[in-house]
T-cell receptor
């Protein structure tokens, strides 16, 4: 079945550690996105990529990094520079254009 | 930056009743979309309405858009317990590159 797979679903990290969240899609979509969701805050855009080997910062990119080496993959690294990384992270994709977003099931990161 | 703001923040109704959620936004848009999120899950797209459209239907869903007031509403008719979820509006910017989400309305439908 086509879709977006995020892993891991739950992740615990000690302060000062970097962690990478995986996002893979087999929908042949050009554009991919990372959002962060905090309780009562809705979704905030971290990074997005409209084409392989290119990506742009969203509203809250500080403390995060991404890569887009393959069309189907858009991993997000939460670095130790991110001051408050505990959150629910959502990956999404869309064919080129202003259509609907297809979301993964999310990764919940907790910093201990 | 938060573009859309949903109202109310929470809504509690009985099965069979209609549920109406509102969304206001600040800048010009190309389209407005509504999404649903069950607790702890990813978002699911419900409906998209373009800036030149005023009303759209999909099953039990009815969406209206008033660009002069920069507002939209989502009506769910004959609600079911399975409709319990959070509902988000999202606006597409003029560059067609990103969606900006509101904070959502949490809907509880009691049997």
């Amino acid at each position: 079945d086509g879709g977006i797979t995020q892993s891991p679903k739950y992740l615990f990290r000690k302060e000062g550690q970097n962690v990478t969240l995986s996002c893979e899609q087999n929908l042949n979509h050009d554009a991919m996105y990372w959002y962060r969701q905090d309780p009562g805050q809705g979704l905030r855009l971290i990074y997005y990529s409209q084409i392989v080997n290119d990506f742009q910062k969203g509203d809250i990119a500080e403390g995060y990094s991404v890569s887009r080496e393959k069309k189907e993959s858009f991993p997000l690294t939460v670095t130790s520079a991110q001051k408050n990384p505990t959150a629910f992270y959502l990956c999404a994709s869309t064919p080129r254009g202003p259509g609907e977003l297809f979301f993964g099931e999310g990764s919940r990161l907790t910093v201990l | 930056s938060q573009q859309g703001e949903e109202d109310p923040q929470a809504l509690s109704i009985q099965e069979g009743e209609n549920a109406t959620m509102n969304c206001s936004y600040k800048t010009s848009i190309n389209n407005l979309q509504w999404y649903r999120q069950n607790s702890g899950r990813g978002l699911v797209h419900l409906i998209l309405i373009r800036s030149n459209e005023r009303e759209k239907h999909s099953g039990r869903l009815r969406v209206t858009l008033d660009t002069s007031k920069k507002s939209s509403s989502l009506l769910i008719t004959a609600s079911r317990a399975a409709d319990t979820a959070s509902y988000f509006c999202a606006t597409m910017n003029s560059g067609y590159s990103t969606l900006t989400f509101g904070k959502g309305t949490m809907l509880l439908v009691s049997p």
